[in-house]
């Protein structure tokens, strides 16, 4: 393990001078590859964000690219979690839900269609949020609860620490190293190392990802989210790919640890299991799903209510839908901008796909910094 790479701690995060240095660095490294190019992959919204605002890719060299995998967790919910949850607001159960989950189309039905037949749909920015919206009511409240192990950390929180008898959890919640395993694991998917989610692994720590690096022979760095966290991972990703050094670096050593957050995984495991699971546009990932353990039955919606989604499950999608790139965008295979339907036909205010919803959708992100060529980098 490398502590720091780049020297991330000791940078002031967006000094102009040191940002030069490190594109500078990353196109040195990038010349000396004998075989171009090289594809470095991240697993998180907030990492596009801040590559696509502060016009990160385009100071990339040729021959490098970087490509956001399956880190939107509102973009891997799949048809069926949406469908459970518009199937139980038609029922007449009050949901509570994040707001990038409104619009987040199910077989047939998003919940906001069913907010205009009259299902009674509440946006919360908290889990708190919709314990406290279950503590003003004594009609059952379903918590559709969506995010990455961070997020069902809070999930988990709220019921250790006792919600009303009214509180249910419908869990979406997804497990992300397994879905790296699945990335790294596809035939047609070469990714050379990948630039782990910062805010992720001040929870699970970077040692999680050791044993991941050694058997895929890919490094990996966990980087924080400033413009110079992410410039210092790619290049201490270059060196490791140049050195054969397949281990983890940990490149925000001011958050992140090599244990993580011990009792925030107490809390998550007592509360959770992983689970085989779907995730949209890519298929069943093997512990891929966070879901209530047993023990926490009486709070699980699944177990609660008798969910009927027979009459939303559609077998043949749209043809618009159908022609939705998500899955191969969040598998690396193809760039938003190769869509076909990209800002002609699938824009936020009408999105087709998954990845036009959230704000940490790779399309919605490109959308809104320009798509090519604005946002630079290999085509
Ligand atoms: S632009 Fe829309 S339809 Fe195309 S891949 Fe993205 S979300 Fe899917």
Redesign the pocket.
């Known amino acids: 393990m490398t502590a720091d790479p780049g020297g991330v701690a000791e940078l002031k995060f967006r000094d102009p001078g040191r940002a030069r240095e490190l594109t500078m660095a990353l196109a040195r490294l990038a010349e000396s590859r004998e075989r171009a190019p090289v594809t470095l992959m991240h697993v998180c919204g907030t990492h596009e964000q801040a590559i696509a605002r502060f016009g990160l890719r385009s100071s990339l060299p040729p021959g490098l690219r970087v490509i956001m995998g399956p880190g939107c967790p509102v973009c891997v919910t799949d048809f069926g979690e949406v469908d459970e949850g518009v199937a139980l607001a038609l029922q007449g159960v009050r949901i509570a839900t994040y707001g990038d989950m409104v619009k987040l189309p199910g077989s047939s039905k998003s919940l906001a269609d069913a907010q205009t037949e009259g299902a009674r749909v509440e946006v919360v920015y908290s889990a708190t949020q919709a314990v406290e919206l279950a503590r003003a009511t004594e009609e059952p409240v379903v918590f559709f609860a969506s995010g990455f192990e961070t997020t069902a950390v809070t999930t988990a929180a709220i019921l250790l620490a006792g919600p009303p008898a009214n509180f249910s959890v419908l869990s979406a919640h997804k497990y992300v190293p397994p879905a790296m395993e699945a990335v790294a694991g596809l035939p047609d998917t070469r990714v050379d190392g990948f630039l782990a989610a910062g805010h992720a692994a001040v929870i699970t720590g970077y040692g999680l990802f050791e044993d991941f690096a050694r058997r895929h022979r890919t490094p990996v760095v966990v980087a924080g989210f400033e413009p110079l966290d992410i410039l210092a991972g790619l290049v201490k990703l270059l060196e490791m790919i140049r050195d054969r050094e397949y281990g983890v670096a940990n490149g925000y050593p001011r958050c992140v640890t090599r244990a993580g957050n011990l009792r925030a995984q107490e809390s998550l495991w007592k509360v959770f299991e992983a689970a085989d699971g779907p995730w949209r546009g890519i298929g069943v990932i093997p512990d891929g799903n966070l879901q209530l353990r047993k023990e926490w039955a009486a709070l699980d919606a699944r177990r609660r209510f008798r969910i009927d989604v027979s009459g939303l499950q559609q077998t043949e999608r749209s043809e ?2 159908r ?4 899955g191969k ?1 969040m598998v690396g295979l193809v760039e ?1 901008t190769q ?1 076909p ?3 002609r ?2 824009v936020p205010d009408s ?6 919803v959230s704000s940490e ?3 919605k992100i490109w959308y809104q910094y320009g798509g090519r060529p604005d946002l630079g980098g290999t085509p």
């Open positions: 618009l839908s022609r939705c790139l998500c965008i938003p869509c339907l990209f800002g036909e699938c999105p087709v796909g998954a990845c036009m959708g790779t399309c």
